[in-house]
């Protein structure tokens, strides 16, 4: 039987670590703060964003909120960035996605200062990942990692197989654990027999949004299985990726859903936060 690796408990110990360093900023007179904008009211991103907002209180970060009509001006939100990026009280700014379509939603991000780019998705921060040089990673394979090494698994020469190929979990996610000498695969929905891919993993991620898409047949023996998925069933049950009954008997160490890797992410969004007001001042000094 896997051991279930609880995404709430290592979050609560990472969180606990933050508090200290957001105190320690304090006492040096910075403020960590984080804006968040968000535009319309999609009622999924709206319960993320108050997530957001209310780890920060948990941790010592001041959050700012700046919330936009779903039919406002992209030159309004692009406006609001380029003076966010002035200000010294903040240190980091979200664009919760998605944005309504008449954004571009990569104008919206390169508007971004990269030195608040908490949420990584700066064509500087991207490219960072590639070079190993990275300033703020992604949250959730950010997240990954740190479970990973939470539970002291192995990266250096292991098979990994990442499941799902989006630019903000799959992609990063393979760079950063190729940057950890793992031999990485990548698999998309275009992949022909998936199976033949996922058996050879010593290590396993999900990241497709589709539930029961990794079965018992699909894991090797002994396997470590992170399931970043997220699907709400029509009988309103929250899942994952994997089929986390069956694969639980079969692997060494599975993440379930919820509890697993969303908690994580929050976390690694304040933890860059942090970095970043920390960031700030040393280049003061
Ligand atoms: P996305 O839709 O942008 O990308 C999905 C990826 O999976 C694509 O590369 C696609 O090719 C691939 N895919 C789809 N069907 C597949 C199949 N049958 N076989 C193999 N690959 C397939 O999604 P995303 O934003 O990367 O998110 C993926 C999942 O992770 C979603 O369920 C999302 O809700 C969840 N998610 C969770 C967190 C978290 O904090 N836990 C954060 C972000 C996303």
Known sequence: MAKIIDGVAVAAEIRRELKVRSQALRERGVVPGLAVIMVGNDPASSVYVRNKVRACKEVGIESFRFDFEQDAEPAS??????????????????????????????????????????????????????????????????????????????????????????????????????????????????????????VLADILVVAAGKPNLIVPEMVKPGAVVIDVGINRLANGKLVGDVDFEGVSKKASYITPVPGGVGPMTVTMLLANTIAAAERRLRARQ
């Open 77 to 198: 939100v692009l406006a609001l960035i380029r003076e966010l990026n002035c200000r010294s009280d903040i240190h980091g700014i979200l664009v919760q996605l998605p944005l309504p379509p008449r954004f571009s939603v990569s104008e919206v991000l390169q508007t971004l200062s990269v030195d608040k780019d908490v949420d990584g998705f700066h064509l500087y921060n991207v490219g960072g990942l590639v070079v190993g040089g990275t300033v703020f990673p992604p949250c959730t394979p950010y997240g990954v990692v740190k479970m990973l090494e939470h539970e002291e698994i192995e990266l250096e020469g292991q098979n990994v197989v990442v499941v799902g190929a989006s630019n903000i979990v799959g992609k990063p996610m393979a760079l950063m654990l190729m940057q950890r000498d793992a031999t990485v695969c990548i698999c998309h929905a275009k992949t022909r027999d998936l199976a033949q891919f996922t």
